[in-house]
């Protein structure tokens, strides 16, 4: 897991949730940050926007901590980076 | 003054029939009319499949002049309105008009001229708006169009709860001739929710199915878009068996209530007290309650929380529930309208309509749901559920009407 991605997955979670980046660590889980279903959905769009990916609705409802989010968008960003071109 | 109220006249547009009597033919069979989506290119959202009103023309229904003048949400108001009235029999005479009501829901009004506009203006830099915009959007569009045609002139607006929109509106009007205020009224609810901004803010809130609407199910993916409109007549008892019309059932109960607790998480608590508050104002007992039509979106929060609402409120009674928006989609701001025209045919058919596409029990949804085929049941009372995001609840509660209430076997 990379920290550059970890960082960065933190920093948008703070911003969208108005909360002390130092508060969200890989450990937490979202009900721990009083992150609930719509709050959830807003952090998808940030990361979606962020990353340049798309999290299916299903793989979205499975996330439910800092460390799923950040292997799952670890995971379709080298999915997208291993696409061929055009 | 309080009187009881019958409603004489139902007229209905929606996916699973554009009248009144093809929508119950396609819900007494059990048949969904969720497929494809043909308003919006292939491949553009997540969820490729939604209730429309397919092959809908304006110009089937209206001249082109006034089908200018309305948004596809109000044309479907307008439309549902003509078929109530028309076939209550109802005239609207100059003196009557004074004393009637128009009372319509919608949730988002006349987005799709929104949208259109909007598109031309930031996408093809076009730099002028279409002057009938404004009035096309608005909510109260549907409404104004009703008054309009028949000459009506007491109370007439739109109420906007979201999802809980038609049913507020009713409850509303309902209580209006209840109560004296005015001497009939016509109240639904109209939607028309296909345009790209705003399916695209529906695939971002990640709650619409990318299969199919399973209400109940264990296999439930979330809710299918629907669009249409629906509209009742609504009479004093004592005018309509004195005019001899076909009376479809009564009105005899409406309860509102607010979660006051999340945007959209749902709070069983909030659910149950407005099913209690309409049972309580119609004074009926439990027991005697046979069906409830309920809010049945086929999201997992919705479904859970609404199970855990009604055995709250009805504890060991037996009740069938079953939600027709797995036939008619979630049309939203006209949904309680639909759901209501679907209950009151239920009751004076002696059938109720099924949960459509239901494939496994949820024990977190445990109860009788009346999967995928319909059910012959004599009832008598029945409920309609309506929860709106935002936490507005609201539920009407209606009668079979007497046997000898009236005339007529119009199907």
């Known amino acids: 897991m990379s920290d550059q991605l970890t960082a ?17 660590t890989l450990d937490k889980t979202f009900a721990e940050l009083k992150i609930d279903s719509l709050d959830g959905m807003n952090i998808l769009f940030a990361v979606e926007s962020e990353f340049d990916i798309s999290i299916p609705d299903e793989q979205a409802a499975a996330i439910k901590s800092v460390r799923e989010m950040v292997e799952g968008i670890e995971k379709l960003v080298a999915a997208k980076e291993a696409a061929p071109l055009g | 003054m309080t009187r009881r109220v019958a409603v004489t006249g139902i007229g209905v547009i929606a996916a699973p029939g554009a009248t009144r009597a093809a929508f119950w033919e396609s ?4 048949r969904s ?11 553009s959202l997540r969820f490729p499949n939604a ?16 089908a200018d003048l309305l948004d596809r949400f109000a044309q479907f108001a307008w ?20 004393r009637m009501a128009v009372v319509t829901g919608t949730s988002t009004g006349g987005q799709t001229s929104e949208d259109r506009e909007f598109y031309s203006l930031y996408a093809k830099g076009v730099s002028r708006i279409h002057p009938l915009t404004i009035p096309r959007t608005m909510a109260n569009a549907g409404t104004s169009c009703i008054a309009r045609e028949y000459g009506i002139g007491g109370p007439c607006y739109t109420v906007s709860t979201a999802c809980a929109s038609a049913t507020h509106a009713i409850g509303q009007a309902y209580w209006m001739v209840r109560n004296g205020v005015v001497d009939a009224a016509i109240a639904g609810g109209s939607e028309a929710p296909f345009s790209m901004g705003f399916l695209k803010a529906w695939e971002a809130m990640r709650i619409v199915a990318p299969d199919t609407c399973r209400p109940f199910s264990r296999d439930r993916k979330g809710l299918i878009l629907g669009e249409g409109a629906a509209m009742l007549v609504l009479e004093p008892m004592e005018a309509a068996r004195a005019r001899g019309a076909k009376i479809w059932g009564e009105i005899a109960g409406f309860g509102m209530s607010s979660d006051a607790y999340h945007l959209t998480q749902p709070l069983a608590d909030g659910a149950a007290r407005a099913m209690r508050g309409a ?27 609404e199970a855990q609402a009604i055995r709250e409120v009805f504890g060991a009674e037996k009740v069938a529930v079953s939600s027709t ?3 008619h989609g979630h049309a939203l701001g006209a949904a309680g309208a639909l759901e209501a025209a679907a209950t009151l045919m239920a009751l004076d058919q002696g059938l109720i309509p099924p949960t459509a596409n239901f494939t496994e029990a949820d024990p977190a949804c445990a109860l009788d749901v009346v999967p995928n085929t319909a059910r012959a ?9 309506s929860f709106a995001f935002g936490g507005l609840n609201a539920v009407l509660v209606f009668r079979k009407a007497d046997a000898h209430a009236g005339h007529g076997t119009a199907v």
Do not use: C
């Open chain 1, 8 to 24: 960065s997955v933190i920093e948008v979670i703070a911003k969208t949730q108005h909360l002390p980046a130092e508060s969200i």
């Open chain 2, 27 to 30: 819900l007494r069979e059990g």
């Open chain 2, 33 to 43: 009319a969720i497929r494809p989506m043909t308003l919006v290119p292939e491949g």
């Open chain 2, 51 to 66: 209730a429309e009103v397919v092959d809908y023309r304006a110009s089937d229904y209206m001249g082109e002049k006034e």
């Open chain 2, 79 to 98: 439309i549902a309105a003509r078929e109530a009235v028309a076939e209550s029999g109802f005239v609207v005479t100059p003196g009557l008009g004074a």
């Open chain 2, 279 to 305: 049972l309580q104002d119609a004074g009926v007992d439990l027991g005697a309650v046979g069906y409830i039509n309920a809010h049945g979106t086929g999201t997992q929060a919705n479904d859970v929380t």
């Open chain 2, 325 to 327: 928006k797995s036939m």
């Open chain 2, 377 to 385: 049941a004599s009832i008598e009372w029945a409920l309609s559920n």
